[in-house]
């Protein structure tokens, strides 16, 4: 597809099968590994796919409409507001149960809507019975926004309020908002952990609790402040529990967590199963930028996410692509939270129509319409990879992953 940039496909086979730098590994999803230190590029081909003609099928729904639902008016016109018309796989299943108060246990992949399976009956509960809060987990700050800025569009006029409680941003400004007895706390385990130690929020004050992607929470060393809310919960509470999957440490989480749960399972395709990929080789680093230069001001390039390692990389590229006249953003650790939240804003209203980001960006965040991924540096693992270019070909729709690689 980029012969002007990629060689003929074939000779890549010549490369040895050995893709991954470091040889201790266990092995992941498609028998690649799973917790690797580098992806080299010795092998080029695991980069190459065409996307499956058939890869979302949207199953039947019992509920053909979020009408059906036993939810309060303000809340339906909210949600008609946001143009949400059939209910997805797991909002069908999910909902309900959550509205009879039960524990539930979401399997999902990213994409299926499993935000708004929880939200939802979330939000009717509160409106009805003003003696209900809930307290939501989430693994990173862009989650966490993502969440509570989707809760208060589903809130609008119904006198519910809610709290952002993540690292960053002021943390006095949170005290204040939390001793205002919101009706939900949105937050990240870190900065949920401070305020519990500083007998700022008291766990046992809610009754309903979600833990939003608890795999990807343990990935990143959270099972041990997941561990101490749990320790921290009231006895009497709802229990709700999303993950893309269940490996043994988060299935010890899980046995602590729920009582009787409903298990509700809508696992699509993977994610990349969406996404045609191909490479980009580049035999002259010194013509990299020229050759991203050339890609951007292609057509179809209408909304694009480019990838780096580091902070200090993306920072560079993205002065480098301003200075071409590029009208790009940045999104990594050293930017404030409200940098951070204003340019996924901008990108979201397609005011921006690249965003470079490190890994920060590669999980958990819904961002409607992304036409392109593109790796310009490579990620540290094969997960990493797939978290990346699942920004794209979301929602029954397909994408377009482009990853650089040397050939020097």
């Known amino acids: 597809m980029y012969k002007q940039y990629s060689k003929n496909r074939n000779s890549m086979r010549s490369f040895n099968r050995g893709s991954f730098s470091n040889g201790n590994f266990s092995r992941g999803r498609n028998n690649f590994p799973r917790k690797i230190k580098t992806i080299s590029t010795r092998d080029p081909n695991i980069f190459i796919k065409k996307a499956s003609e058939n890869a979302f099928v949207q199953t039947e729904t019992e509920h053909k409409s979020f009408s059906d639902f036993s939810i309060s008016n303000p809340l339906k016109f909210n949600i008609q507001g946001k143009g949400y018309t059939t209910p997805t796989p797991i909002q069908d299943q999910a909902i309900e149960p959550i509205l ?38 989430a693994p990173t700050k862009e989650l966490a926004i993502q969440i509570n800025e989707e809760l208060k569009s589903f809130v609008r006029d119904m006198k519910i309020y809610s709290c952002l409680v993540i690292g960053g941003a002021n943390m006095y400004r949170q005290i204040h908002e939390i001793k ?12 949920l952990k401070d305020l519990i130690k500083r007998d700022v929020l008291m766990l046992e004050d809610f009754s309903i609790f979600v833990l939003d992607e608890v795999d990807l929470m343990v990935d990143i060393g959270f099972i041990h402040d997941i561990n101490f809310f749990i320790s921290q919960l009231p006895t009497i509470r709802q229990s709700l529990f999303f993950s893309a999957t269940i490996p043994p440490k988060v299935n010890e989480i899980l046995r602590a967590f729920v009582k009787d749960p409903v298990t509700v399972s809508v696992k699509l395709q993977e994610t990349s199963e969406n996404v045609t990929q191909d490479v980009v080789r580049v035999s002259n680093p010194l013509k990299k930028l020229d050759i991203l230069h050339d890609l951007l001001i292609k057509d179809g390039f209408d909304k ?14 993205d002065r ?24 996924l804003e901008s990108f979201k209203r397609n005011e921006i129509k690249i965003l470079l980001a490190t890994d920060v960006a590669s999980r958990g965040l819904d961002i409607d319409g992304v036409s392109h991924v593109i790796n310009y540096e490579l990620p540290e693992t094969y997960d990493d990879y797939i978290h990346r270019i699942g920004r794209t070909g979301r929602a029954g729709k397909t994408g377009t992953a482009l990853t650089f690689i040397d050939s020097f």
């Open 320 to 343: 480098q692509l301003n200075e071409r006249g590029f009208k790009t953003g940045a999104l990594h650790g050293n930017k404030n939270m409200g940098y951070r939240k204003r340019v």
């Open 100 to 137: 009879e108060g039960k524990d539930l246990i979401g399997l999902a992949s990213t994409g299926t809507g499993k935000t708004a399976a929880f939200l939802i009956p979330i939000v009717d509960k509160i409106f009805k019975f003003r003696n209900q809060n809930a307290i939501i987990i």
């Open 304 to 317: 694009v996410l480019i990838f780096g390692r580091t902070k200090h990389g993306v920072e560079k590229l």
């Open 180 to 191: 205002r007895n919101p009706h939900v706390v949105v937050g990240t385990p870190g900065r």
